[in-house]
């Protein structure tokens, strides 16, 4: 009985799927903020005037 797979195509493929999400996540905002780079992300982009540490307003202030 033959295998439906080979072995080196199986290594192939998840080593693509690897460099994949590995590019993916270099180019991030979020990397590259970790990183030092200072890009604009979502981590930066909260209310300044808001009460809680995620940048929710305060119950009093809500409509």
């Known amino acids: ?5 080979k072995r080196w195509r199986v ?7 690897l460099f994949v999400v590995m590019a993916d ?3 991030s905002p979020t990397f590259a903020f970790n ?3 200072g890009t604009q ?3 930066m982009q909260r ?5 809680a540490p995620c ?3 305060c119950p ?3 409509k």
């Open 1 to 5: 009985m033959e295998r439906m797979y």
């Open 11 to 17: 290594v192939v493929i998840m080593s693509a799927i």
């Open 25 to 27: 996540h270099l180019r």
């Open 35 to 37: 990183m030092g780079q």
């Open 41 to 43: 992300t979502t981590l």
């Open 47 to 51: 209310d300044l005037g808001a009460c």
């Open 55 to 57: 940048g929710a307003p």
């Open 60 to 62: 009093s202030e809500r």
